[in-house]
């Protein structure tokens, strides 16, 4: 009777545990499959160009006028007139101010008379000094008498130069009461107003700056500088300062790109400065009138204390090797490359010298030779001593490049919108089985059960 109650549980037991081992065993199946193997990277190669460059260094800067003039007073007295419109260009001796000049006509007009006077003076001694000089030569005149007309002769030449001194330092005054531009350029404001008293060599009216045209600093490191110099030492090339030589630079303001201007270097100093390393540089560059839409003259592009980046043109053009600069990569301050081995079909990381930026391309100066290959494309998902893989039918040109990737990405947004109007299978699992397991687990569940 016992057997008999026992049986169906036992029944049941070894149901549970056909479908346990069952599932041990599925499991065991599925943790003893190989991961995948890792696939070859594919990247896209390219061999470097050759240009004939020029070596270059950039450097910050600032412009500044030529000639540069404070206008102060050159006589004392109450200004009366101000004759020009504020920040106007003036020509070379136009009329600026007028100070009130009857005080210094009137002393003029009195120095004339003082002239005036000398020379009468001197006329009536010139007179007794001739008749002087006659009867001494027939010693018809005391020596005591001769010597007093000859001694009052030569106080009357004297006076009378004396007096014109007087007079031509009246005159210079009397000039001086119209203050003059004494150079072409750019008048500044007014500092004083109309009925103002100003002061001799002390009152600042305004201040006069040349435009065109205009002179443009720089400072030069100590190791460019001493770079130009083995140049030069070397006879690779020429200093501005040799007869027939004209050593120019180019320029951009803050607002252009490309180095459009051209500038001329005439000075460079006679020391380094010691706080900072540099050299002072100058420069000068052309600063026309522009011409408008209208064809009459416009406005002058520069002024003084404009911030202007020069590049200056370091050796004489040569042949040079150029990669684009994102094939370039930085590890730790070195530069280097991914070189690609033909025979190995792998890559090298190889540390590179390079120089100037030539637009996107940068200088290789040593480290690559003309007929290496090297990556371009696919740099994230490769390393040193990597297998790789080419693209097929990718072009090696920077132009074409753009043109496959421009094809790419409309097929890439096609590709999109089919997946957007396929319909999405819903994945069907047991409430409490792990993601990615469900279909085989639950077929495997229904086929013990």
Do not use: W
Request: aromatic share 6%.
């Amino acid at each position: 009777m016992r057997l008999e109650a026992n049986r169906p549980m036992n029944i049941k037991s070894a149901v549970l545990a056909a479908c346990a081992c069952g599932a041990l065993v599925a499991g065991c199946d599925e943790a003893g499959v190989k991961p995948p193997a890792t696939p070859v990277p594919e990247v896209v190669v390219e061999q470097p160009t050759t240009k004939v460059v020029t070596d270059y260094e950039d450097f910050t800067g600032y412009t500044d006028a030529v000639y540069t003039v404070e206008i102060r007073a050159r006589v004392t007295g109450y200004l009366d007139k101000v004759l020009f419109k504020d920040g106007d260009e003036v020509p070379e001796g136009k009329l600026l101010f007028e100070i009130d000049p009857r005080p210094y006509q009137a002393e003029f007009d009195r120095a004339q008379s003082s002239v005036t006077q000398a020379e009468a003076h001197l006329a009536r001694l010139e007179n007794d000094h001739r008749r002087a000089v006659a009867l001494e030569s027939r010693n018809a005149i005391g020596r005591e008498e001769y010597d007093k007309i000859v001694g009052d002769y030569n106080e009357a030449v004297a006076a009378v130069g004396t007096a014109k001194a007087m007079r031509d330092t009246a005159k210079l005054n009397l000039e001086f009461t119209k203050v003059t531009a004494p150079i072409a350029g750019q008048i500044s404001e007014r500092r004083v107003v109309a009925g103002n008293l100003v002061k001799a060599d002390d009152t600042l009216l305004t201040t006069i700056v040349s435009v065109d045209p205009m002179y443009f600093y720089f400072d030069i490191d100590e190791t460019t500088l001493l770079k130009l110099r083995k140049l030069l030492r070397e006879g690779s090339m020429t200093s501005y300062r040799e007869p027939g030589t004209e050593r120019y630079v180019n320029l951009e303001l803050a607002n252009e790109e490309g180095f459009p201007r051209r500038g001329r270097i005439n000075f460079a100093d006679n020391r380094v400065t010691q706080n900072t390393g540099t050299l002072r540089v100058r420069g000068e560059i052309s600063n026309p009138k522009s011409t408008n839409a209208n064809k009459r003259e416009g406005a002058r592009t520069l002024s003084p204390g404009m911030f202007v980046r020069v590049r200056l043109p370091i050796g004489e053009p040569h042949e040079a090797i150029e990669v684009p600069e994102r094939a370039v990569g930085t590890d730790q301050g070195n530069k280097y490359l991914f070189v690609l081995n033909t025979k190995k079909q792998e890559v090298e990381k190889r540390n590179v010298e390079v120089g100037m930026l030539d637009d996107e391309r940068r200088v290789i100066t040593k480290g690559l030779g003309k007929d290496e290959m090297f990556v371009v494309e696919g740099l994230q998902r490769i390393r040193n001593g990597s297998k790789v893989r080419l693209k097929e039918g990718l072009p090696r040109t920077s132009q074409a490049r753009a043109s496959a990737s421009t094809s790419a990405g409309a097929s890439a947004t096609t590709a999109a919108a089919t997946a957007a109007r396929t319909p999405a299978v819903a994945e069907t699992r047991p409430p409490d089985a792990p993601a990615g397991t469900a279909g085989s687990r639950a077929k495997r569940v229904s086929k013990n059960d």
